[in-house]
T-cell receptor, first 114, second 117 residues
Framework: AQSVTQLDSQVPVFEEAPVELRCNYS??????LFWYVQYPNQGLQLLLK??????LVKGINGFEAEFNKSQTSFHLRKPSVHISDTAEYFC????????????FGGGTRVLVKP | EPEVTQTPSHQVTQMGQEVILRCVPI?????FYWYRQILGQKVEFLVS????????KSEIFDDQFSVERPDGSNFTLKIRSTKLEDSAMYFC???????????????FGPGTRLTVL
């Protein structure tokens, strides 16, 4: 079974400051890794994913994440946040099989202050 | 751009009543999912559905839950006798699942907020 831990439940950050959201996972098999964003009253939107290859992946809205196999981590970063980045962010994993389910972390609520 | 839709956006029901949550997945997708998110908690997998049958279900998905694809477009989640603890946001998702790849992006609907009184 897989599990995902997001170490921070809430992260307040000032506009134009950098932000890092931490994610650690546990799995006995190789996994795909994802970050999803949920804006207020909306569904989940894929920010970025790690499937294979380069450990640094870039996503939408200026976000990037780095896969670290030895530390089983997949931390999300943005060098300069905007007010519009206020949302909840979920890290997720799935095993490498077609149609397999996603296992989510508990989420990190990012509040960007002016 | 194709999207997953869900109805209703909010459902209020009395404990013990049956509810049906509806989803219309993206039209050429082959795998369908239900997830739920209890307020303040993580998003949890309930069930996946492929080729007109359940392919995987979680321990949450007990005999009170059922899924169905009654026609070529809808995918429903039925809760036979709702409990207070069923109050949550329920998300439907779908993925194409084909093309010989083990990865296919899951697309999520906006969710149905179920409130059980």
């Amino acid at each position: 079974a897989q599990s995902v831990t997001q170490l921070d439940s809430q992260v307040p950050v000032f506009e134009e400051a950098p932000v890092e959201l931490r994610c650690n996972y546990s799995s006995s098999v190789s996994v795909y890794l994802f970050w999803y964003v949920q804006y207020p009253n909306q569904g989940l939107q894929l920010l970025l994913k790690y499937l294979s290859g380069s450990t640094l992946v870039k996503g939408i809205n200026g976000f990037e994440a780095e896969f670290n196999k030895s530390q089983t981590s997949f931390h999300l970063r943005k060098p300069s946040v905007h007010i519009s980045d206020t949302a909840e962010y979920f890290c997720a994993v799935s095993i490498k099989a077609a149609g397999n389910k996603l296992t989510f972390g508990g989420g990190t609520r990012v509040l960007v202050k002016p | 751009e194709p999207e997953v839709t869900q109805t209703p956006s909010h459902q209020v029901t009395q404990m013990g009543q049956e509810v049906i949550l509806r989803c219309v997945p993206i039209s050429n997708h082959l795998y369908f999912y239900w997830y739920r998110q209890i307020l303040g908690q993580k998003v949890e997998f309930l069930v996946s559905f492929y080729n007109n049958e359940i392919s995987e279900k979680s321990e949450i998905f007990d005999d009170q839950f059922s899924v169905e694809r009654p026609d070529g477009s809808n995918f429903t989640l039925k809760i036979r006798s709702t409990k207070l603890e069923d109050s949550a946001m329920y998300f439907c998702a779908s993925t194409h699942g084909g093309g010989g790849s083990s990865y296919n992006e899951q697309f999520f609907g906006p969710g149905t907020r179920l409130t059980v009184l």
